[in-house]
Each structure stands twice: as structure tokens, then as C-alpha cells.
């Protein structure tokens, strides 16, 4: 087994502690009532409309209305140990609300993309078997066919304004509902009962020996979360998380970056979903650091960002390469730039020209981090002290071991290509109905799938993501699902999917189809794709071929499609 592990001489003293016993300094439950006692009048969570309005939460607030939902949860709904509860919304108080609100009622979480189709949604509710839905109006015009042959029994309905005060509530209402009509209301007719979210804050709130009788049949080591990633197989599994596993893993981040970590008071300003786990991950970091979120829930196109970075002023802003790049373009951000302090990075790798530019227009620090929903969050940082080392995302967490695989077997030198692979406590327990020895080696190593090598420091360098998964604008898009879909067409007999490069420095779908026949109606594949997908996971273009190329086993060789691919599509 290797046991080489060079980046140790880039740990303080603290961190080399850590590193030896890796444990949190508080439960989950600890941290927020920690927060809630030594900051609770200070502003903890916003919601910051793109027209400028805002509706904030304290720590205390948070810290009330949470426990209301999880009693509602609990004593309303009557729900049991080990029930599913899915969360799907933009980013807002009520959804942040939601989902911290399950976690102390002792239930297990899962978080759906509020841009999944009807196909997508109802897929993830069956195999999480969730029983209750919190869901924003904003997406619950199709809710019925998403509720078929899934276990959910509960409805709750989520509104944008439900923070917001009575006359800014009152006008969103009006311009939702009945001048946008993007608010759909609940059918009456749904078999399952429907609840809304704010009748769960007018319950009681729970008191500490409730939170405790809640959360005894659940340790920080149980499942407290299905987190859907598309592990090393590129079809979405449902990877079991734990809250202790979080709570390690936020605390590496801030024992490796202390600078970081002592960045109390700070605005962050969360563009990324919080139904990711990256998302998930910040809103802990803001309940250690005692950080402010400011939470976008339209930040497409970049201008609704606008009022909210003249009101806000962020110091902290997380993102991925495609966002930077996207605001370095537009003609109002370089005034905001040198506000942000500190930038960090993650779900997608870092495009170097795009990284000098924004260090030069904001004059900040950067740090980038590498990881996986299997690992909870992050397995290597690149902190935004004197260690940054551009080019890498840097070296690993303490308490979290990572070495790179050959070919072979054997586990590579410094400089040697090989897949990257973890060994350490914030690992998932495993896939939920599934079978995770895919992910894992016999001798418990996670297999991430990404190719990668090391420097002679510890420094680890991406040299290729996983092998079909394609990253669209900081999402995962699965090839398979997108196949799964093309081939339901009568048309079609085959089809493969691969990624080509767009002009953020990201990646786009791409389909090569088989058709049954010589005249297939190729428009008619394309509206197949929009009505079954998201619109970020609809392949730019499709192109007919006689025949996949297949190895002589009948491995379709995507090697070959890309490279066909990418003559076809002009970046």
C-alpha cells in the first residue's frame, strides 16, 4: 500500500493535527446552535431578487425556523426513522430552510436540480423512494406525472416570496402568478396530501431534547444524505453521505486554509445551486465561519446579478471558469471586481487564461478544489495563500490520502499519469440500492475515475476527466441518459454521446444516432431531446452514421466519435 505523502510539509501545526485524528470540532447540531447563540442577530441567509428586492434571515431566525420544520416534519407529518425527504428548489431561504430543516428533524435528505425534466424529477423520486416533496411553485406545473410510481405521500410547496415582507410578498405574487404566470399552484386532484411551506413555520418550534429525540436514531455516522452523482459509471447513483463526514470535511478546508477560515463576517455570494453538494458544503462553511450568504436564485442572463453586487458588495465569491468568464464580459462587473476578496473554484477544472485574467481584474486571491460528491466535497485544495500553485488543484486535505493508480496496478511516482484515488472518512458508505465496489478497490480506496498525477510536492494536476461523463457549465451530464432517450425514439436504432468544446472552455453534447431507416426525421429526434431533457443536457447537434465504431469486444469507441465531433462543431 503507498504510503508516500509529500504535501505534509505544506501543513502548519494545526493542520498536521488534524491530519493525525482527523474529527470535527462540532456535530452539525453543535455548529448551529453555536451559530444561532454567538451571532444570532447578525445576517446569516438572503434571498436577493435580480430587480433588487431582499429577504434575510439571522442566524437566529435560521436557527428557529428550521427547528419549526423539522417538528412539522416530524409531529405534523408523522414521518418515521430513516424516511427520504427531496427538496427541490432555486436558490432561497425557504429552500436553505428545507433542507438544514430535514437534517435536524433526523431524516435523510435529497436534493433534486429544479432544471430536471418531468422524466428526470420522477426518476430520482422513485429510486430515493422519497416520501415527502418540498417543491417551488416555480417548477410544479408538470407535478402529477412526476409523482407517478414514486412513494412520495407529501406535498409541500415552496414560494419565492415566502420570506419576503407583506407588500413585496403581495407583489411578487401578482407578478408571478398572473402577469409572468410562472407560478403554477397545486392540482387539486393529486392522490397525495398538500401542505405549504409556511403553515411548517407557523408550528412550534422544536426544542433541543426534541432535536435530540429526533436525531437519536440517526448517529453522525448514518445516512443523512442521497447525494446523486454519476460515480465512475456515468448513469446517476445515489452515493449515502453522513453529516460527520460533512463536518470533516469542512473542517479540513479550514484547517488546510486558515486564512480562509478567518475570514468571519464575510458576504458570499452563492451563484452555484445549493442542491449541488459544493452548494451544500458552502452553506456549512457559512454556519462555521459565521459568513453571510447572499443567495442568487436567477442569475441567468449575468445582469440580475447587477443590483445584487451594488447591494451586497461580496467578498467571497465561489464559482466555477465558465461564470468569471461570462461576468468579465459584461460591461458593469469590473467596477464590483476588487471588492472580491477571495474566489474559489471547484466542480470543473480552472482555464488558465481565464484564472490570469480575473487575478488581475479583482486583484484577489484564488482557491481552487478538487472532489466528488463520493468524497462529500473536496479532496484537494489549492488555498489562496503563498501555496497556490497555478496550473494544479493543489494538494490533498489533511485526514484525506490521495495517490494516483497505473494501468497496471501499481501506484504511480511523482509526475506519472494514473486515475486518482482517495482513501479517508469523509468517503460516501456507498451507493443506496446499488453496488459501489465499481467506486471502491478491494482495499477501500475510492476510484474516481479522473486521470491525474502528482508532483514531487503533493501538488495534483488533472490531465482528463472521467471517461464519458461530460461537465456542462459546472453540471454533471450523463451520456446514458441522454442515449436512453435518443434510443426510445422508433427511429433510432443506436446512438452515443460525447462531449465538444464551447466557448466558455466547458463542454456541450454532441450525438452520432443509427437510424432504422434511410429518411429518419431528424427534427423530430431534436424535439424528443427538448421535451425529455434539460436544456443544458440537449446535444448541439446530431449526425447520422451507418454504424457506431465499435472495438472487437463492441465497445463503442468515443475516442474516435469526439475527434468526429469536434470537426463538426466550430468553438
Known sequence: MVQQRPWTALYDADAHAFDAQPVPDATFEEALQTAAKENGSNPFVTTALPNGWTATLDFASFDDATRRVARYLRETLKLQDGAVIAVQGPNAISTVVAMVGVLRAGLILTNLNPLYTTRETQRQLADSKAEVLFISDLFSAEIKACLKETA????????????????????????LRRVKRLVVPLPRDIPQSSH??????????????????????????????????????????????????????????????????????????????????????????????????????????????????????????PGVSSLFAHLMDTNWFEAHARIIDLTITGATPLDPNTAARWLEMTAGRMAECYGLTEATTILTQNPGDDRFRAGTAGFPVPGTHVAIKKDDGSWAGPGEPGEVCANGPPLMIGYAGGDASEAFDENGWLMTGDIGQMDKDGYLTLLDR????????????????????????????????????????????????VPAQTDVDMQSVIARCQEHLSRYRCPVGIRVLEALPKSPVGKILRRVLREDAKSEVSV
Open 152 to 175: 412520495v405521500r407529501h406535498i409541500v410547496s415552496l414560494s419565492l416570496w415566502d420570506h419576503f415582507g407583506a407588500a413585496k410578498k403581495a407583489a411578487l405574487k401578482l407578478l
Open 196 to 317: 405549504r411551506y409556511i403553515r411548517a413555520l407557523q408550528s412550534n418550534p422544536a426544542k433541543d431534547d426534541d432535536l435530540a429525540a429526533y436525531q437519536a436514531s440517526r448517529s453522525e455516522e448514518g445516512v443523512a444524505l442521497i447525494q446523486y452523482s454519476g460515480g465512475t459509471t456515468g448513469i446517476p447513483n445515489a452515493a449515502q453521505l453522513t453529516l460527520r463526514g460533512l463536518m470533516i470535511n469542512l473542517a479540513q478546508g479550514t484547517y488546510q486554509a486558515p486564512r480562509d477560515a478567518a475570514l468571519r463576517g464575510q458576504r458570499i455570494l452563492l451563484v452555484l445551486p445549493v442542491y449541488h453538494m459544493f452548494g451544500l458544503y458552502l452553506i456549512g462553511l457559512g454556519l462555521l465561519t459565521r459568513n453571510h450568504l447572499i443567495l442568487a436564485p436567477s442569475p441567468r442572463p449575468l445582469d440580475n446579478l447587477k443590483k445584487t453586487f451594488e447591494a451586497f458588495r461580496p467578498t467571497i465569491l
Open 466 to 513: 472521467k471517461k464519458d461523463m461530460l461537465l456542462v457549465g459546472g453540471f454533471n451530464v450523463f451520456p446514458a441518459e441522454i442515449e436512453s432517450v435518443l434510443n426510445a425514439h422508433p427511429a433510432v436504432i443506436e446512438s452515443a454521446v460525447v462531449g465538444v468544446p464551447d466557448e466558455t472552455g466547458g463542454e456541450r453534447a454532441y450525438a452520432f444516432v
